[in-house]
């Protein structure tokens, strides 16, 4: 444990840069606090209850790209014709994807135990066999620095479900505000090697003070299909933002695309894709799964939580309060979904 | 770099070895595939790529005994498949899998098979056929009971008459012209025409619709629930559980955990309409 100054505590990101990480972390930008990568103007920030965006912004970056690929496609003055490349002979044409896997290690410095529990989540889905490539390469080697935090708004309600420390195995230091300076505490060897320290700490978390307490009673998928969400829904226009902000949603489409400047290099990506937009289930001919916006709305929260706790045994929702902060409508499942108990 | 890991999202090359015109809306393709073989069970599937069109699933309607070649059987919908459709001998194609749960083969050995296929259902089944009149010993009575609208809709017309001398094969058209002699009507008319014991089983493939009532009749009928199988269809684009666009009530994910599922895992309600 080091009692460390402001001064210190950069002296850490800056030590960690210098290690090859990535660091990113909390920042201010526009009136919002933001995870960003922290560079020389980017300043880091403390005084924060929530983010925009969220770690899965950078373990499963909107738009990624898988591989690239070569085709015939040419453009003709009549519009876009594609040959399909052929294979002759005994030496055949075939495609050839170009992978290049992601590099560089990421290190988040100064997030909420809410935020450590969605990368835990994400590794759930993401790390289950078979493993995503993508995301593993990413993932290796991650750093992760806690913030611990005192008090929540009044959208936060991690305690609700579970969410209010850091799993096991998943920090690698420990910062606690305190006065002027901040108590780090390594958790992980290469916590302490930062610290330039020996061993591992076990710490008493704090356990942030919250506005309201809920009680959910989801498991249960019938329990959700019960309820009528048409008044609680009146004033969403399907914005999607909620998915958006949301630090577990990982619900992804997968695209060829190329530039008709060139439309030979196709690049074979990856982006987000939210289950409250009707395309999320159309299937060709026609039939949409998911029909309107009260259908959507329980999908998320059925995902959230009977699927992820039937899939991967736990929550998927870590009580961020995100999904309504930034809700143009603030739009609040809480109630829909369990009783308010404090 | 130089050990790469398996990575399930990369296509393996593979060329278009032949095109059969099947019905009006449907063709196949016959794959080679390019220094790989395929391994996998009736009731799989793959992510078929074309080059600057894109990817889309579908079931291998060919026979496991071949791990060489894979046999897709196309039906005209969007992009993707129209694509499929002008692709010819020669073409280079790419091909991610196969993934998916297959139907249970070692269990269905010994016991009765109630096939029940409508329209381009009948492509996620053919596999499963063809495995059974290969290993014929292997299984009790097969009946094939397959419905489409009209003659111009049978896929695979040639083909069902070789099946017949295997296979006892049931034609029905729900809206036959004058010429058709066989029968007339849906494949819900004529289910009482299949005898089914102890020892049956059943596996359908169509429109949610049918499927549903389908297998409602067959376990009023008597088969238990986890006795009646279906393919089911969702929007896909990973194929391996990472996307979530294939999940279905209950929390499970069509490509990982089905295509194959038994009447007794999910909720019929929830199969679509
Ligand atoms: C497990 C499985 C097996 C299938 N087997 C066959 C088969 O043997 N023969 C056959 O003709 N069809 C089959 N289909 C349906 C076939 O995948 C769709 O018709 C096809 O995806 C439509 O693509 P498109 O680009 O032509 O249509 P568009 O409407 O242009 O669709 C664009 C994209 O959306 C996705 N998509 C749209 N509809 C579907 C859908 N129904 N299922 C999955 N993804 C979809 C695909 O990624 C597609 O490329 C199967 C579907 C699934 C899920
Ligand atoms: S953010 Fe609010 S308004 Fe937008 S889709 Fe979600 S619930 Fe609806
Ligand atoms: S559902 Fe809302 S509260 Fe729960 S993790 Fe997502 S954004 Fe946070
Ligand atoms: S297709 Fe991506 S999860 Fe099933």
């Known amino acids: ?342 | 770099m130089m050990t790469m890991e398996y990575n399930p999202y990369l296509p393996r090359p593979a060329s278009v070895n032949a095109v059969r015109e099947e019905s009006l809306e449907t063709k196949t393709l016959r794959l080679s595939l390019i220094n790989w073989r395929a391994t996998f069970l009736p009731g799989q599937f793959v992510q078929l790529l074309l080059p600057g069109v894109g990817e889309a699933p579908f079931c291998i309607t060919s026979s496991p005994s071949d791990p060489k070649h894979l046999e897709l059987t196309i039906m005209r919908r969007g992009l993707v498949t129209t694509a499929a459709h002008y692709m010819r001998p020669g073409d280079a194609v790419g091909i991610r899998g196969p993934f998916g749960r297959p139907f249970p083969v070692e269990s269905f050995k010994g016991k009765d098979l109630v096939i029940v296929a409508t329209g381009i259902g009948i492509a996620a089944l053919r596999s499963l056929i063809l495995y059974t009149i290969e290993n014929r010993n292997d299984f009790g009575d097969v009946t094939l009971l397959y419905g489409a609208r009209f003659v111009e809709d049978l896929v695979y017309r040639e083909e069902l008459k070789s099946w017949a001398e295997k296979i006892k094969v049931i034609v029905t058209l729900s809206k036959p012209s004058e010429k058709w002699k066989g029968l007339k009507g849906r494949v819900t008319d004529h289910l009482d025409t299949i005898k089914l014991g102890e020892n049956s089983l059943a596996v359908i493939c169509g429109s949610p619709a049918v499927m549903v009532s389908v297998a409602k009749t067959l376990i009023e009928k008597g088969l238990e629930q986890k006795d009646v199988y279906l393919s089911m269809e969702r929007h896909m684009k990973c194929g391996i559980g990472k996307c979530a666009r294939c999940m279905i009530p209950g929390g499970f994910m069509v490509c990982k955990d089905g295509p194959v599922f038994s009447a007794g895992e999910i909720n019929l309600e929830d199969v679509g309409e």
């Not at chain 1, 809920?214 to 309820?227: H, W």
């Open chain 1, 1 to 342: 444990m080091a009692k460390l100054s402001w001064h210190e505590i950069l002296g850490l990101i800056t030590e960690l840069q210098k290690r090859g990480f990535d660091v990113v972390g909390p920042s201010s930008e526009g009136g919002v606090v933001k995870l960003l990568p922290l560079e020389e103007n980017t300043k880091l920030e403390t005084n924060y209850v929530r983010t925009l965006n969220s770690p899965k912004d950078f373990l499963l970056p909107n738009k990624e790209r898988l591989f690239r690929y070569k085709s015939t496609a040419t453009v003709t003055s009549y519009g876009l014709k594609i040959r399909f490349p052929t294979v002759e002979g005994p030496c055949p044409i075939t495609i050839v994807p170009e992978y290049s896997p992601p590099r560089g290690r990421i290190a988040f410095f100064g997030i909420h135990p809410c935020m450590v529990n969605s990368i835990r989540y994400l590794d759930k889905v993401m790390l289950s066999d078979p493993a995503d490539p993508y995301y593993k390469a990413r993932r290796e080697g991650l750093f992760i620095a806690v913030l611990e935090c005192d008090e929540g708004d009044e959208y936060c309600f991690c305690k609700s479900v579970g969410c209010e420390k850091v799993p096991n195995g998943y920090a690698d230091l420990s910062i606690k505000k305190e006065g002027d300076g901040f108590v780090v505490t390594p958790r992980s060897p290469t916590g302490s090697s930062l610290l330039m320290e020996e061993g591992v700490e076990q710490i008493e978390e704090t356990i942030p003070k919250m506005k309201e307490e809920y009680l959910f009673d989801a498991k249960d998928e019938k329990s959700i299909d019960l309820k009528d969400p048409a008044n609680l829904l009146e004033d969403c226009t399907i914005c999607s933002s909620c998915t958006v902000v949301c630090p577990t949603c990982y619900c992804s489409d997968i695209q060829d695309r190329f530039s008709l400047m060139d439309p030979s290099n196709v690049e074979r990506i990856r982006t987000r894709m939210s289950c409250q937009r009707k395309s999320y289930s159309s299937i060709a001919g026609g039939v949409t799964f998911l029909r309107t916006k009260n259908e959507r709305f329980k999908w998320r929260m059925k995902h959230k939580f009977p699927f992820s706790e039937r899939m991967y045994g736990i929550s998927g929702c870590v009580g961020c309060g995100n999904c309504i902060a930034f809700c143009p409508s603030r739009i609040d499942f809480r109630t829909f979904l369990g009783r308010r108990v404090a």
